[in-house]
């Protein structure tokens, strides 16, 4: 299926049943867009490539920066995590989120956990194919 038609970020977010669980739902270029529920603290961890875009939709989500202050995050804004820079997400009370991502960033950068979701998991049935 290519996507041709327009949606909305309500709907793709109804579709995510897990927390930490990225759903590609768009591609622009190299670049993926994805939508996601985080709730509970992820993992520390680092993209030494790439940038890291959030933009949430709802909630208040906390950035943890090594070294910094921690980063919050409201409704309607959004954070670039700079590439290479330590980071860990954490949502006290459940946070919807926008990434926007390189397609070849993983979900957990350089560590790998139980929760990591590899990335064809993250594509799922979305098909960027023009
Ligand atoms: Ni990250």
Redesign the pocket.
């Known amino acids: 299926m290519s996507v041709l038609h327009p949606t909305t970020l309500r709907a793709e977010l109804d579709r995510v049943t897990d927390h930490w669980t990225p759903r590609v739902i768009g591609r622009v270029n190299d670049q993926y867009v994805k939508v996601a529920k985080l709730l509970g603290e992820f993992v520390w961890?680092a993209?030494d490539d790439e940038d890291?875009m959030f933009l949430v939709v709802s909630g208040d989500l906390r950035i943890q920066i090594e070294g910094e202050q921690d980063v919050r995050v409201g409704p309607g804004e959004f954070f670039v995590?700079p590439r290479g820079v330590r980071?860990n997400p954490v949502a006290e009370q459940e946070v919807e989120i926008v990434l926007v991502e390189t397609v070849t960033t993983a979900h957990t950068?350089d560590v790998v956990v139980e929760g990591t979701v590899p990335i064809d998991r993250q594509v799922g049935s979305f098909d960027a194919t023009p």
């Open positions: 961890h993209h890291e995590v980071h950068g």
